[in-house]
């Protein structure tokens, strides 16, 4: 069975599995993309912050605890929304059951809006980053990571299983939905290459200010075979910009 969007979260064994998967020191988001997060998005406090495909919330939970103003989270699986309202209970936040693809974004309403490994599972960027634009105030900033496109071009590598020892990079420029065999399932995730982003990022009004591949550093791991392993294949592409 496939599974589009945020639809695979809500499968109790996945769910259980990634957030297992998500909460380890190694994981790439917390050795790799979480570090990289924090240093694009620099001072937030007192903003206000609006995070699309949330997740669990545990991103909102310490902006707010570090000083943001206000954070609101979308997220489309209905398992994480519970998770995430149980994350920001009592305080300044607010998650909305809703896709980043149906929310209603509101006009010049925050001072940064993130997005953590969730836009490959959007199939529209050049919509999606023109509503982003909408919702910021001037000057204000988008900050997102992705899956890096080169591990998105083909998943032939996974047959072996989701541990991959050797990268199969195919028809990366053959751009548009990608089925990936991940914990036990198969995900719709969507390729595109780093010129397309740059490029609706700029057609929808965006300065790009900084662009990073996820370069491993050995101060963020607790193993050194991962460390090593990690330095093979870039696996998060991450953009800062400005409205």
């Known amino acids: 069975m496939e599974f589009k969007g945020y639809s695979v979260y809500d499968q109790t064994d996945f769910f259980n599995n990634y957030m297992n998967r998500r909460n380890r020191k190694d994981s790439p988001n917390n050795a790799i993309e979480g570090p990289i997060i924090y240093e694009l998005i620099g001072s937030f406090q007192d903003s206000c912050v609006l995070d699309l495909g949330c997740g669990d919330a545990s991103f909102g939970k310490e902006l707010l605890h570090l000083g943001a103003k206000k954070y609101t989270g979308v997220e489309g699986s209905e398992q994480m929304v519970e998770v995430a309202r149980s994350n920001i209970l009592e305080q300044n936040g607010t998650i909305h059951f809703e896709t980043m693809e149906s929310y209603d974004y509101p006009k010049e309403a925050f001072d940064l809006v993130t997005s953590r490994f969730a836009i490959h599972y959007v199939s529209d960027i050049n919509r999606l980053f023109k509503d982003v634009h909408k919702t910021l105030k001037e000057n204000g900033r988008f900050v997102f990571s992705i899956q890096h496109p080169l591990t ?45 982003y740059f490029i609706a990022l700029k057609q929808a009004g965006f300065s790009v200010l900084d662009l990073r591949e996820g370069t491993p550093k050995r101060e963020h791991f607790s193993s050194e075979d991962e460390y090593v392993r990690r330095q093979r294949i870039p696996i998060v592409l991450a953009f800062s910009c400005v409205k």
């Open 152 to 196: 998105t071009s083909s998943f032939a590598s996974k047959q072996s299983g989701d541990k991959r020892g050797n990268w199969i990079v195919d028809d990366y420029f053959r751009e548009g939905e990608r089925k990936e065999p991940w914990i036990d399932q198969i995900v719709v995730k969507y390729h595109r290459t780093i010129e397309h």
